[in-house]
């Protein structure tokens, strides 16, 4: 009885923190199935967009506009990746790494030379916190979450059925039909790592805010957290969401779900250290899941063709 | 239409793997030329097409599309003037979007790209005309995914793609060369009547020597990076297979001949 009142007393806080981190995981979801790039920019994009939100509103700035700008130097790492990615020819995944670890000294430069600089809800009008989290009033953080991600899954399903976002879902798919029907896949490639990146810094600014702080660190395995989103929602819902909109919208809810489970697995007793070690642990297995299946069906006398 | 001026391309250059894919190639098409090109395995037919798309720049040699210098244009750019159909049915379409998306996509081929809808309601209703004179049924299943598609299915459309926006010439790479011998047959069928209708200057590459006979006014053949072999007019019409093999050795020696024989 006592896990399940305490599960409870945590579950508005799980259900919040999900639905920040969905953001996040839209954004991932942008690169790893539209574009078919795994970028690993986010983990410093994430924190980049923390740390300039927090600095902006310590020094007075609108929360919202704080917000805009978190999402624009998002977009200019994603920027930086995808020109190193395209014009330099640095392999994608390489290119993402590069401007993450670049984004470390930058994003300590922003937070003052500091690795964590705190946010307190009682001095500023920030748009989420988890101080009301489990209030019923206009303060709780939920509802400008679920306001804030309507927007963007239905800013997201218009842009992407737009003639410039059907090019670029179209070099995600196929880059040299792409090109043979006169896309840039230079430029949308580009234009997709930034949209991403802006998305995640916007994450990355809400969260801070949630949190009530920002730290150098807070995007660490930020792109697992995001990719267990993505496979947590595929795996349940791919079979009947199949339009566009439901299919992020499923990923908001595969973060949701991974925060409940986390809760969940701390409360029966796992040490948060082994978290991440867990979090790898399951995308792996989901992710090689596919791959297993159709070996194994392969294999099977008389399914498929074997070798000679 | 096409005009190639003396046009180069070795791979690796300066490396034990060196390959003099196209050497000082010249070639001239007109308005409304249908040419097939023949040639074995290596010979740089592929090449051939692939520098006229853009794929990679060339070394030497000019190439003009209508009068226009596009040596130094790339692939995307070129695309505006080109059709293009790939050997492999997996290349020519985008698999998770639907039929009418990528119809969409080819409409839009060398205009501006805008916040305009992808696919409007005018268009589907022009794409379900062109479709259906397919005669394959995918009507019917247009806002099906192409990746559900059978190879014939996807070379009917990526030729429909193709020609969707007059281009200046159109480029088939051996496109019916992993069907089905009956499925070949009705794509290069779709084909012949697609060039008609829009009276267009092709390109084809072919393995086979009766379709290569068959379709076009003008037959060539390359080895080695070079045309070895050029005929039009009444001289391609009155051409048998038999005819063509005898004319293969004496322009390219016996070893040409015994490699087409192969492939
Ligand atoms: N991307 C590439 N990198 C290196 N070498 C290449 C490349 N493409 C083609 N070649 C080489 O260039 C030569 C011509 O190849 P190409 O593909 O044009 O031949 P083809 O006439 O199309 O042959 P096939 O009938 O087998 O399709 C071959 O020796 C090939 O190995
Ligand atoms: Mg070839």
């Given amino acids: 009885m006592n896990f399940f009142g305490s599960l409870l007393n945590a579950l508005p806080g799980a259900v919040a923190q999900g639905m920040l981190w969905g953001v996040m995981a839209v954004g991932v979801f942008l690169t790893f199935r539209i574009l078919d790039v795994a970028d690993l920019t986010v983990d410093g994009s994430l924190a980049c967009g923390g740390a300039v939100c927090v600095m902006m509103i310590r020094s007075g700035a609108d929360p919202w506009l704080a917000l805009a700008c978190a999402a624009g130097a998002g977009m200019l790492a994603g920027l930086c990746t995808g020109l190193l990615h395209t014009r330099c020819g640095i392999p994608a995944i390489l290119a993402g790494i590069l401007t993450q670890l670049a984004l470390y000294s930058v994003n300590l430069r922003i937070l003052d030379g500091k690795a964590n600089q705190p946010l307190s809800v009682d001095k500023y009008p920030l748009l989420v916190s988890q101080r009301y989290v489990r209030e019923l009033s206009a303060h709780n953080p939920i509802l400008p979450a679920v306001a804030i991600l309507a927007l963007l899954v239905g800013g997201l399903y218009w842009y992407f059925g737009t003639e410039r976002g059907c090019a670029v879902r179209a070099v995600g798919a196929n880059a040299g039909m792409a090109r043979a029907q006169g896309i840039d896949t230079r430029r949308a490639t580009v234009t997709g790592l930034m949209l991403s990146n802006g998305l995640v810094a916007g994450a990355g600014a809400l969260l801070a805010q949630y949190q009530g702080a920002a730290d150098v660190n807070m995007g660490r395995g930020a792109i697992v957290i995001g990719l267990a989103a993505v496979i947590i929602g595929e795996v349940l819902f791919s079979r009947v969401f199949r339009n566009f909109a439901l299919k992020m919208a499923s990923v908001v809810i595969g973060a949701i779900l991974y925060y409940i489970v986390l809760q969940i697995v701390l409360q029966m007793g796992l040490n948060t250290n082994d978290l991440k070690l867990l979090t790898a642990a399951v995308v792996a297995v989901f992710l090689s899941v596919p791959v297993w299946k159709d070996r194994l069906l392969q294999n099977k006398p008389g399914g498929g063709k074997r070798h000679a | ?263």
């Fill in chain 2, 1 to 263: 239409m096409l005009e190639l001026r003396e046009i180069s391309k070795t791979f690796h250059p300066g490396t034990v793997n060196a390959r003099r894919a196209l050497d000082r190639l010249s070639l001239t098409l007109a308005d409304g030329d249908f040419v097939t090109v023949i040639g074995g395995n290596g010979a740089g037919k592929s090449t051939l097409l692939n520098a006229v798309a853009g794929t990679f720049p060339i070394d030497g040699g000019q190439i003009l599309l209508g009068g226009q210098d596009v040596t130094r244009l790339p692939e995307h750019r070129r695309a505006a003037f080109l059709g293009r159909v790939f050997q492999d049915p997996m290349m020519g379409t985008a698999p998770t979007m639907q039929i009418d998306e990528n119809l969409a996509l080819a409409a839009r081929r060398g205009q501006r790209r805008g916040l305009k809808w992808g696919v409007t309601r005018v268009e589907r209703e022009r794409y379900r005309v062109l479709l259906a004179e397919l005669g394959l049924g995918l009507e019917a299943r247009m806002r099906a995914k192409t990746g559900l598609l059978s190879g014939g299915q996807r070379q009917a459309l990526t030729l429909l793609m193709a020609t969707l926006r007059q281009p200046k010439l159109l480029l088939l790479d051996e496109h019916t060369a992993a069907l089905d011998p009956k499925t070949a047959e009705k794509v290069l069928e779709i084909t012949r009547e697609l060039v008609e209708k829009h009276r267009l200057t092709t390109l084809m590459i072919t393995h086979n020597m009766k379709d290569a006979i068959a379709c076009g006014n003008r037959l060539v053949m390359m080895d080695g990076g070079r045309i070895v072999l050029d005929l039009s007019g009444e001289e391609k019409r009155r051409l048998t297979v038999s005819d063509l093999l005898e004319r293969f050795s004496a322009a390219g020696g016996k070893e040409v001949g015994d490699k087409l024989l192969l492939s």
